[in-house]
């Protein structure tokens, strides 16, 4: 496994590699690597031949009072996990080359970043477009692949890359989850072991959306007066949304149709964490 550390030579690396014919896949992670992003790069392998993997604690898609500086790293644990998955290459930028002195170009996609945690991260997703398009320049990937874990990340990237024409299959992998249901997250870690347990609720309370959706329940209003109550019925929590919208634009809707993301974020204790299901009608 090659781990570079300069735009340059990733670039040289991936020039060559796409010229000796190999078909290349990015997973762009912020680093302390678990097994959802094992999976991603999983899944990358098995569309691509050479796996590169980017680490990379992007400080412009956090907000000036979330927890960039806390944030968890590991390089080294994550070097060996990424060398267990037969990571080809793991590109480490800096962050005075990713943003020299004078930076100041941005990204933005315009509607879908206006809802859902667009909405309580103002700026976050600019800072997501940004550093991906950045990314993408540095390591020239064929593919990328994300989680959907991060529903909206995943409609903002596909988004950008079918706007600015990015010649970029974008793949999304399906959430991986603890065995008691909890969606894996890097800040997970932070939680304490009551937290955890009331962590759940996010998992409980889209499995009671499936349940409603699946008997006939049509009211956005009253899956989310159910949802609401449930996460309330556990400690330390506090909704920031619940969200039933269209899987496309990200746009609330009253009444549900046939295809209908939940999105829900909560802060157990200080954590915030997120997750989703979409509730489709069987053909
Ligand atoms: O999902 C993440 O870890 C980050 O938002 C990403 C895509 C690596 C950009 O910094």
Redesign the pocket.
């Known amino acids: 496994m090659e781990v570079i550390e300069t735009v340059a030579q990733m670039q040289q690396r991936a020039e060559a590699l796409r010229m000796a014919g190999h078909v290349l896949s990015l997973v762009?992670?912020?680093g302390f690597l678990h097994e959802g992003h094992l999976e991603l790069m999983r899944v990358a392998r098995k569309h691509s031949d050479r796996v590169i993997i980017?680490i990379?604690v992007?400080p412009i898609?956090f907000g000036p009072t979330e927890d960039y500086d806390a944030y968890p790293r590991d390089t080294e644990g994550d070097l060996e996990k990424a060398r267990r998955v037969g990571v080809d290459v793991v590109f480490l930028p800096r962050e005075q080359e990713m943003y020299p002195t004078g930076f100041q170009t941005e990204v933005r996609v315009k509607e879908v970043t206006q809802h859902l945690c667009g909405l309580s991260r103002p700026g976050h997703f600019e800072g997501?477009t940004t550093?991906?398009a950045k990314l993408f320049h540095m390591t020239k990937p064929h593919l990328a692949v994300?989680?959907q874990k991060?529903y909206q990340?995943l409609t903002v990237i596909s988004r950008m890359v079918k706007d600015l024409s990015m010649d970029i299959r974008v793949l999304g992998v399906p959430t991986v989850r603890d065995p008691d249901g909890l969606a894996m997250s890097s800040r997970n870690k932070y939680l304490t072991t009551d937290e955890r347990v009331s962590a759940l609720s996010l998992k409980k309370s889209l499995n009671l959306a499936e349940e409603m959706f699946k008997k006939g329940e049509g009211s956005a209003p009253g899956i989310k007066r159910a949802i609401t109550d449930l996460i309330e019925s556990h400690p330390h929590t506090e909704i920031d949304y619940i969200s039933i919208c269209d899987p496309v634009t990200l746009e609330e809707v009253k009444r549900l149709g046939d295809e209908n993301l939940v999105a829900l974020a909560v802060r157990v204790g200080k954590t915030r964490l997120i997750d989703n299901c979409l509730l489709r009608v069987k053909q």
């Open positions: 762009p992670t912020m980017s990379f992007n898609q997501v550093v991906v994300f989680g991060d990340q």
